[in-house]
């Protein structure tokens, strides 16, 4: 699992640790993990060009005792002081007793350089870069080196992944101690680049539970159902469709197709598309109306393509877990959410999240870590908000949100969110909690289209049949 901190529980670990080393250790082991990551990505360290833009606080500091640990080992190392007067003392010393220099024109230096560390702000940075950071930041993005952000890309936020204004956009980042949950949230991922880890020794003075978590290869593994000998199809689960009319059938067979490879041991088909699904999938069982005689189900899926089509009622009424997407999410009563007996799991995109919370999309889009948390509290309901990165976030709110770290943008394809709904509800008929077969399916899907697309355009059809795939290579050490 790869856990993400806030900045509040970072510093306050921060603090922990430094009560008991010498002053200045920490400062000095971040610089030399982030000297480690940047002789890497120079490959030759000897008569490289880098450049550090500094600013006034504690990451400028960083960047500078990396510059004079990469002046030793024979780079040309000069500094650009946002603040003049203002940067880390010591750090500043440090450079230029080693040999490094301050620029007496940024813009030059920055048009030569190889390597260009991001020290203008870290975890203490708000609201995008301030004027005076901004041309140097474009400057850095324009000039072909090499950029990467210490701690994180300065401009972006911390805790959310918001980016207010303008930020460096990083080839790599060296984040120290903990992933800052904004790191692994969109907008600011992306502004990221890959990022490394760098250990300073706050692992044992981190909290159990962090605010955000990625599941890896393992951890999913470990949740996938996994038929024992003496299963039987109902011992495995049974999950319910209702899904497509007759203006959208094709959604009820992708919705189909996902929950037959969701580890459900059948799928039950009620709705308008019967023929469709049946044309294609003659292994689906489909029922006439209304849904609560169709048979037992361990979860319902309902909304895929659905349209005016009756059903989301019926299906809430039930006492098994209900997975509601799409046109199911329309006008939606929390009161029915709240009152239901068993768990419900919502899985809107941005648009249906932002019409659920009364609010504009770009508000959905700009705030996702806010935006998820704010529909699981209003629902009481576990929700999945898609999109760049998808989050799961849990109604206790004590629980860490899932962020999904396999999805790709070929992943914007009419159809999909219909294979990740069959697909997650299949994994909730097999008997995950909301919490993980939300996050579970994200990560199957994810995979799947990865896999399945090489960098080329994938349909929604081609995810759900590279889902086999991508649970085999989940579980395959
Ligand atoms: N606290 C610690 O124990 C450690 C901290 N470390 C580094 O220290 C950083 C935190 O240092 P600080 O608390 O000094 O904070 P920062 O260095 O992140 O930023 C604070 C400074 O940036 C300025 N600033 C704020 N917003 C700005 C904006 N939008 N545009 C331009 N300038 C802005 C502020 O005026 C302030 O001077 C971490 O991110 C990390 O890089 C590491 O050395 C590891 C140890
Ligand atoms: N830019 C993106 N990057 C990664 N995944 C995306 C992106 N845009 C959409 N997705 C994913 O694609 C799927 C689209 O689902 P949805 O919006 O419901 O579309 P549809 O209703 O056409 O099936 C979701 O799994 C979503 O997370
Ligand atoms: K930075």
């Given at each position: 699992?790869?856990?993400?901190?806030?900045?509040?529980?970072?510093?306050?670990a921060e603090g922990e640790l430094m009560a008991r080393l010498p002053e200045g250790a920490l400062m000095q082991r971040a610089a030399a993990g982030l000297a480690a990551a940047a002789a890497g990505l120079l490959g030759r360290v000897y008569g490289a060009r880098v450049v550090l833009l500094v600013g006034s606080g504690d990451?400028?500091?960083?960047?500078?005792?990396?510059?004079?640990?990469l002046v030793r080992r024979g780079a040309g190392v000069s500094a650009v002081l946002i603040t003049p007067?203002?940067?880390?003392t010591a750090g500043l010393a440090a450079l230029l007793r080693a040999g490094g220099r301050v620029a007496d024109d940024p813009y030059e230096v920055l048009a030569a350089a190889d390597l260009v560390l991001d020290g203008i702000t870290g975890i203490g940075g708000h609201g995008g870069l301030r004027p005076d950071a901004v041309p140097l930041a474009r400057a850095a993005h324009g000039s072909g080196a090499v950029v990467l952000a210490v701690d994180l890309p300065s401009g972006v936020e911390a805790d959310t992944g918001e980016v207010g204004g303008e930020a460096v956009r990083a080839d790599a980042t060296v984040t120290f101690g903990a992933y800052k949950t904004g790191l692994l949230i969109d907008p600011a991922r992306e502004y990221a680049g890959a990022v490394r880890l760098v250990d300073i020794g706050l692992g044992p003075h981190l909290p159990s539970v962090p605010e955000l978590e990625a599941l890896q290869h393992a951890d999913v593994a470990h949740l996938l159902p996994v038929p024992a000998a003496e299963s039987d199809k109902y011992r495995r689960g049974v999950v319910g469709v209702v899904a497509g009319s007759a203006r959208y059938p094709g959604a009820a067979v992708l919705a189909v197709a996902g929950a037959l490879r969701g580890g459900a041991g059948a799928v039950r088909y009620v709705g308008p598309g019967s023929d469709a699904v049946i044309a294609r999938?003659?292994?689906?069982?489909?029922?006439?109306?209304?849904?609560?005689?169709?048979?037992?189900?361990?979860a319902w899926v309902v909304g895929p393509g659905?349209?005016?089509?009756?059903?989301?009622?019926?299906v809430l009424d039930s006492d098994v877990p209900v997975l509601v997407d799409a046109d199911g999410l329309r006008g939606l009563d929390p009161a029915v959410v709240r009152a239901r007996s068993a768990p419900t799991l919502l899985t809107p995109h941005a648009g249906e999240a932002a019409a659920l919370l009364g609010v504009a999309r770009e508000e959905v889009e700009g705030t996702r870590l806010a935006s998820v948390r704010a529909l699981a509290a209003k629902y009481g309901a576990t929700v999945l908000l898609k999109g760049s990165t998808t989050l799961v976030a849990d109604p206790d709110p004590r629980r860490a949100v899932r962020v999904n770290p396999t999805g790709t943008s070929w992943l914007a394809t009419a159809g999909?969110?219909?294979?990740?709904?069959?697909?997650?509800?299949?994994?909730?008929?097999?008997?995950?909690?909301?919490?993980?077969?939300?996050?579970?399916?994200?990560y199957l899907h994810g995979l799947a289209a990865r896999l399945v697309?090489?960098?080329?355009?994938?349909?929604?059809?081609?995810?759900?049949?590279a889902l086999p795939q991508a649970w085999r290579d989940?579980?395959?050490?």
């Amino acid at each position: 699992m790869r856990l993400g901190y806030s900045v509040e529980t970072v510093r306050a670990a921060e603090g922990e640790l430094m009560a008991r080393l010498p002053e200045g250790a920490l400062m000095q082991r971040a610089a030399a993990g982030l000297a480690a990551a940047a002789a890497g990505l120079l490959g030759r360290v000897y008569g490289a060009r880098v450049v550090l833009l500094v600013g006034s606080g504690d990451n400028g500091g960083d960047a500078l005792y990396a510059g004079a640990r990469l002046v030793r080992r024979g780079a040309g190392v000069s500094a650009v002081l946002i603040t003049p007067g203002r940067a880390h003392t010591a750090g500043l010393a440090a450079l230029l007793r080693a040999g490094g220099r301050v620029a007496d024109d940024p813009y030059e230096v920055l048009a030569a350089a190889d390597l260009v560390l991001d020290g203008i702000t870290g975890i203490g940075g708000h609201g995008g870069l301030r004027p005076d950071a901004v041309p140097l930041a474009r400057a850095a993005h324009g000039s072909g080196a090499v950029v990467l952000a210490v701690d994180l890309p300065s401009g972006v936020e911390a805790d959310t992944g918001e980016v207010g204004g303008e930020a460096v956009r990083a080839d790599a980042t060296v984040t120290f101690g903990a992933y800052k949950t904004g790191l692994l949230i969109d907008p600011a991922r992306e502004y990221a680049g890959a990022v490394r880890l760098v250990d300073i020794g706050l692992g044992p003075h981190l909290p159990s539970v962090p605010e955000l978590e990625a599941l890896q290869h393992a951890d999913v593994a470990h949740l996938l159902p996994v038929p024992a000998a003496e299963s039987d199809k109902y011992r495995r689960g049974v999950v319910g469709v209702v899904a497509g009319s007759a203006r959208y059938p094709g959604a009820a067979v992708l919705a189909v197709a996902g929950a037959l490879r969701g580890g459900a041991g059948a799928v039950r088909y009620v709705g308008p598309g019967s023929d469709a699904v049946i044309a294609r999938f003659p292994e689906a069982l489909v029922h006439g109306w209304p849904p609560s005689k169709a048979g037992r189900v361990q979860a319902w899926v309902v909304g895929p393509g659905l349209g005016d089509s009756p059903g989301v009622d019926e299906v809430l009424d039930s006492d098994v877990p209900v997975l509601v997407d799409a046109d199911g999410l329309r006008g939606l009563d929390p009161a029915v959410v709240r009152a239901r007996s068993a768990p419900t799991l919502l899985t809107p995109h941005a648009g249906e999240a932002a019409a659920l919370l009364g609010v504009a999309r770009e508000e959905v889009e700009g705030t996702r870590l806010a935006s998820v948390r704010a529909l699981a509290a209003k629902y009481g309901a576990t929700v999945l908000l898609k999109g760049s990165t998808t989050l799961v976030a849990d109604p206790d709110p004590r629980r860490a949100v899932r962020v999904n770290p396999t999805g790709t943008s070929w992943l914007a394809t009419a159809g999909s969110g219909d294979v990740l709904s069959g697909l997650t509800g299949s994994l909730l008929a097999a008997g995950l909690a909301p919490l993980d077969a939300g996050s579970v399916g994200a990560y199957l899907h994810g995979l799947a289209a990865r896999l399945v697309s090489r960098d080329a355009p994938v349909s929604a059809h081609d995810v759900a049949t590279a889902l086999p795939q991508a649970w085999r290579d989940t579980t395959t050490p």
